[in-house]
């Protein structure tokens, strides 16, 4: 319990410099592909990616995505 269970890891991270962390972006479940992608262009994103729920819970529902076809 390292404090971020039930919390929103998107949340915790803006408290975070830039510098001190990866690239990272909230995407709305049922997001369109094509969004996601918008917005990894404009933050300079490429594959692979992590998806990650918002809200931790050790692990669970974490997705390595490693191409466009996949997302």
Do not use: C, W
């Not at 915790?12 to 972006?25: E, G, Q």
């Not at 369109?32 to 490429?46: E, P, T, Y």
Request: aromatic content about 6%; glycine content about 10%.
């Amino acid at each position: 319990m390292g404090g971020l269970y039930g919390s929103s890891k998107y949340e915790s991270l803006k408290h975070i410099n830039a510098s001190d962390k990866p690239a990272t972006m909230l995407v709305k479940h049922g997001e369109r592909a094509d969004s996601v992608l918008s917005k990894m262009s404009l933050l300079n994103i490429n594959f692979p990616i992590i998806l990650k729920p918002d809200f931790g819970e050790r692990g669970k529902g974490v997705e390595l995505v490693r191409s466009e076809k996949q997302l």
